[in-house]
């Protein structure tokens, strides 16, 4: 389909022809929530890939060489008749760390009781540094943070670990971080529409869609997937 990244249609190849895409993951031990980011943005974790590749009895080295060279995979779970041959490379060279920034719960945005999570997050407080995904390699903006508020459950759980990138194009759908212009305050959210004057976004715990004017707005990042 048009709108699954390249990265999981070549991961099709080595998919179990005796399993759904779904039951290969669960096999593999990869959440829903990633299994569907992966489908979705791309920028998958070499330990998800890992985990799948083992699972379908190949390994990262097999799909390496496959993203390199073009090439159908040797393995016997490969599906038949999938070819891309815009497949890009995927080397092992070593890449730049990731930061990880310093994020808090910073309370509720505008009001009290208003259910809708407000995020200190602070970019020069690196508390860690993490192993770059491949699909960042070109963007070195790109930082990690910590999910710390239920805002976004289920889609992203309290303590997990997302990658963001400030260079990728945000569009409609999209999960974002979006800064304040004053101070290091944030608000996590789907974007439902942006305007000129305003950008509206929705959390899904407590479900609230709300508008935010582009005057209150330093920058909206794109979250392009979980971390594991």
Sequence with gaps: MADEAQIYRELMRFKPDNLTPNGWAIRAGVSRTVWADMRRHG??????LEKLLIAAGSSLAEFEALRVEGDRPASKNAIKGVEDTRASAWTSAHLPFLPLVGTDLAGEWQAPGSGIALVDVRPGEI???LPRPVSLAGDPQAYAMTIVAKSMWPRFRPGRRVAISPRASVAIGDDVLLSLASGSLAV?????ERANHCAELRQFNPDRTFSIDSAEIRSIHKIVGDLI
């Design 188 to 192: 996590i959210g789907e974007l439902v």
């Design 43 to 48: 920028n998958p974790s070499r330990r998800t």
């Design 127 to 129: 508390l860690e540094r």
